[in-house]
């Protein structure tokens, strides 16, 4: 049986002042029936880390380097994020893929590197509204599946989100029908790829303008483990809610 994972991706956003929302939602989360992953930006990844020490709670990255150690100004490593305290790294977002020119390729060394650092790489696959609207959302997904996950993975070191390009902050959802036609299409192409074992050990989540309003209805598409939150994560009210969804899935 696949765990379920309910994931928060911070963004850009949060100062120290937030680490309380991460202590509020471990009180309320004790010993929750999911795993819940939060992944803040890295300036609070260390101070994250020690604020859920003593929960449930992991915290994750947003990106890292291709290499572990180097002249790469900015940047930051699989081993650094793993050395602050991260379990996780999110890799190919929409968001670094658009916004920093990361292709299928580079997402695919960054994974690497991350599971040679004991990280699971939590790597992000989606298509755009034109894609969608020109009905190659399979074509897309099929391609970023095949080029961003390397050779190495396995049920415990990789998760595949699935985030819709034009849901991500819109408020718009694909129905049921299209998110569960993506899911078993990843489901059944891991399973090719991977063998059986593999291919249903995996974990796929949605993202995508996820709340509490919605939540329970999509945590009951198949082949749907769980979801990858973006703003509704930064507060534990709004966070809280899609996780005892997810439990109660």
């Given at each position: ?138 074509d897309i997904i099929g391609g970023q599946l095949a080029g961003s996950i390397p050779d ?75 979801a990858l939150v973006g703003g509704a994560s930064l507060k534990a009210a709004d966070f ?10």
């Amino acid at each position: 049986m696949r765990r379920k994972l309910a994931a928060g991706n911070w963004k850009m956003n949060g100062l120290g002042a937030g680490l309380g929302e991460l202590e509020e939602l471990a009180q309320a989360h004790g010993d929750p029936a999911v795993d819940v992953l939060i992944c803040p930006p890295a300036t609070l990844l260390s101070r994250a880390a020690d604020s859920v020490s003593n929960s449930t709670i992991n915290v994750g990255g947003q990106d890292c380097h291709t290499g572990q150690s180097g002249a790469h100004t900015g940047d930051i490593s699989a081993e650094m994020l793993r050395d602050a305290g991260a379990t996780a790294v999110i890799l190919g977002h929409s968001e670094r893929r658009e916004d920093h020119g990361e292709s299928d390729e580079l997402v695919r060394s960054k994974a690497r590197t991350a599971i040679e650092a004991s990280l699971t790489a939590v790597i992000c696959v989606g298509e755009s509204l034109a894609e969608r609207e020109a009905a190659n959302t399979l074509d897309i997904i099929g391609g970023q599946l095949a080029g961003s996950i390397p050779d190495i993975v396995t049920g415990e070191n990789l998760v595949v989100a699935y985030e819709p390009i034009w849901a991500i902050g819109t408020g718009k959802v694909p129905t049921l029908e299209q998110i569960g036609e993506v899911h078993d299409f990843i489901r059944a192409r891991l399973e090719k790829r991977f063998g059986a074992g593999v291919g249903r050990s995996v974990r796929i989540l949605y993202g995508g303008s996820v709340k509490p309003g919605n939540a329970a209805e999509i945590f009951g598409v198949s082949n749907v483990d769980g979801a990858l939150v973006g703003g509704a994560s930064l507060k534990a009210a709004d966070f809280s809610p899609i996780i005892s969804a997810l439990e109660a899935a």
